[in-house]
C-alpha cells in the first residue's frame, strides 16, 4: 500500500537532491527510500542531530530574565509579594482581565478557582476526561467529585452535548480545558453553563494567549485558572495563575489562600472573626523570583508564539498531502488562535493500512532522531483515584460520600467512546520554537518518507508480534 504523494516522490523513488520549488535544503543524505527503522539511512543522520536540539529548546531564556531572576536572588526577597503583584497586574492587562492572582502552581490556582466559583461539599465538577489530572483532581480536597465528560474527537476538546448529558441536580462547575492548545467551543458551553446555573473555569494551562472567536483564552467563562510551569507556553519556572472580570471570584481566591493580600481585599468587619488566616489553609504565594521571570517573559511572549505559529504552520502546511494526518487546529480566520503548548494531529490507522500511530512515530522518531510523540493524556475516568480510592481510610472515597445510595460514581460517567479510543488516533507533533525552514523541511521529509513505506511498516509490525 502506497500513500499518493505528490511533491516528495523523491521518497518513492529514492531520489537524493533538493526537490524543486520547495524551501529548504535537502542534504545528500537523506532521501533515500529504505526506512531508518529498518536500517536505511536517516533523513537527518545521528553527526546532524545535536543542531537540531536548538529548535526543541523551551523556555527561551534571555539576558533579561536571568538579570531579573539574580536581582530577585541577591535582594533576598523572594518571599515577598511586591513583584508578584507587578506581574499580575501587568498580566492581567496583557490577557484582558480586571484581576489576576498568582500561586506556586497551576494545580494550586485551580483549587483556588474552585473554590472561588463556590465548589465545595456534595457537588460536582465536570471535566473532559482527556487532560492532565490536575485539571480536576484537586476538587476532591473541597469535599466534591468529579464527574467525566467526552472530548470532541476532531478538536480533542470538551464536547458540549457530552458536557450537558453529564449535568446533574449537583453539578456546580465545568472546568473546559484548552487542551493542547486548542480553544474550546465556548459559545455552546457558555450557553449550557448558563441554562443550569453553572459556573465556568477555564483550564487555560496549554493556551496562554490563544484566541476564541477574537477573545481571549481564559476571559470567557467565569475565571480562568493556569499552569506557567517550565515546560507551558508561558513559562516562568513553577508558577499558576487565576484570571477573572469578577471582583468577588478574585476575593475568594485570595481568601483562599493569598493571607498577606486579604487584609487589601477585605474590611475590618469582614476579618474581624477570622483575622486574615486563608479559608483553605494554604500559602498561595508564587516564588518572587518566577514572578520576575514573569515580567520579563510577558514583554517578548507574543512575538515568541508569532514565530513557533509560522514554524507549526509551514510544518503543517508541508505534509498537507499526507492523508491519514491532520493537523488540529481552530478555523483560521485569524479571531481564533492556538496556544502553543506541544500541539497535536490526528493519526488516521485506516489511511496507513493498520499501522498503529506507534510503529508511525517509531519510525518518524528513528529518522530524525527526536519530536514525535505517540497519543495524548490518558482518559482520567479509567483512573479509580476519582471514584473509589479511600483516600482518608476510613472506607469513605470521596465521590460516594456525595451520591444517593445505591448510585455509584462510574455510572455518573459511563462510558466516553471517544476519550476511550482517542489515544490510538493522535499524534504528538514535533514542537518548533524557532522557525527555520530548512531543519524543519527535514521532519517534513521525514513524514513524507515514512507515509511511504507503510507495506514495509506493516511487515515490521508483524515481525515484532511473532518476536
Ligand atoms: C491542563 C493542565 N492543567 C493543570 C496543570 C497543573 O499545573 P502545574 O503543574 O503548574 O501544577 C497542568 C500541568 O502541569 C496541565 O497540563
Not at 498531502?321 to 488562535?337: A, E, F, L, Q, T
Not at 503548548?341 to 499501522?355: D, I, M
Amino acid at each position: 500500500m502506497k500513500q499518493s504523494i505528490n511533491r516528495r516522490d523523491f521518497v518513492k523513488t529514492g531520489a537524493t537532491a533538493a526537490v524543486a520549488g520547495f524551501a529548504g535544503c535537502m542534504t545528500a543524505t537523506a532521501g533515500a527510500g529504505k526506512l531508518a527503522l529498518l536500517g536505511g539511512t536517516p533523513v537527518v543522520g545521528k553527526a546532524e542531530a545535536p543542531a537540531y536540539r536548538s529548535l526543541f529548546k523551551w523556555p527561551i531564556v534571555n539576558e533579561a530574565m536571568r538579570k531579573a531572576n539574580d536581582r530577585v536572588l541577591c535582594s533576598g526577597n523572594m518571599s515577598g509579594t511586591d513583584i508578584a503583584d507587578e506581574f499580575e497586574k501587568k498580566f492581567a492587562a496583557w490577557n484582558g482581565t480586571k484581576y489576576a492572582s498568582s500561586a506556586p502552581n497551576g494545580t494550586a490556582s485551580l483549587i483556588a478557582a474552585f473554590y472561588a466559583v463556590g465548589l465545595g461539599p456534595g457537588d460536582e465538577l465536570i471535566c473532559p476526561s482527556i487532560t492532565y489530572w490536575a485539571s480536576c483532581l484537586g476538587a476532591i480536597h473541597l469535599g466534591a467529585s468529579v464527574v467525566f465528560a467526552d472530548i470532541n474527537p476532531d478538536t480533542l476538546t470538551l464536547d458540549p452535548a457530552s458536557f450537558e448529558a453529564h449535568i446533574t441536580p449537583r453539578t456546580k462547575a465545568v472546568v473546559p480545558v484548552h487542551v493542547y492548545g486548542q480553544p474550546c467551543d465556548m459559545d455552546p458551553i457558555m450557553a449550557i453553563a448558563k441554562k443550569h446555573g453553572i459556573k465556568v473555569v477555564e483550564d487555560v494551562s496549554h493556551a496562554q494567549g490563544g484566541l476564541y472567536k477574537g477573545r481571549k483564552l481564559g476571559t470567557i467563562g467565569d475565571c480562568g485558572a493556569m499552569s506557567l510551569m517550565t515546560g507551558k507556553s508561558f513559562a516562568i519556572g513553577e508558577g499558576g495563575m487565576f484570571v477573572t472580570n469578577d471582583r468577588e471570584l478574585y476575593r475568594r481566591v485570595v481568601r483562599w489562600g493569598q493571607y498577606e493580600r486579604i487584609k487589601r481585599n477585605f474590611s475590618a468587619e469582614e476579618i474581624a472573626l477570622t483575622n486574615n488566616l486563608p479559608f483553605g489553609g494554604v500559602k498561595n504565594r508564587l516564588n518572587q523570583c518566577s514572578a520576575a521571570i514573569g515580567i520579563e517573559q510577558l514583554k517578548k511572549y507574543d512575538s515568541e508564539c508569532a514565530e513557533i505559529e509560522k514554524a507549526m504552520l509551514y510544518y503543517h502546511k508541508g505534509i498537507e498531502d499526507v492523508k491519514g494526518i491532520r493537523m488540529i487546529y481552530p478555523k483560521w480566520d485569524k479571531s481564533n488562535k492556538a496556544g502553543w503548548y506541544y500541539s497535536r494531529s490526528l493519526y488516521s490507522p485506516e489511511a496507513f493500512g493498520g499501522v498503529k500511530v506507534e510503529t508511525f512515530v517509531t519510525a518518524l522518531n528513528k529518522e530524525v532522531g527526536r519530536g514525535f510523540d505517540v497519543g495524548c493524556n490518558f482518559p482520567l475516568h479509567t483512573s479509580s483515584i476519582f471514584d473509589d480510592a479511600d483516600i482518608f481510610g476510613n472506607g469513605k472515597p470521596p465521590a460516594k460520600r456525595n451520591l444517593p445510595d445505591g448510585v455509584s460514581p462510574k455510572a455518573l460517567t459511563g462510558r466516553l467512546p471517544v476519550a476511550e479510543s482517542i489515544l490510538s488516533r493522535v499524534i504528538g507533533d514535533p514542537s518548533f520554537k524557532h522557525f527555520d525552514a530548512p531543519k524543519i523541511d527535514m521532519f517534513i521529509e521525514a513524514v513524507h518518507k515514512v507515509a511511504a513505506n507503510v507495506d514495509a511498516l506493516r511487515e515490521w509490525e508483524r515481525k515484532q508480534k511473532k518476536a
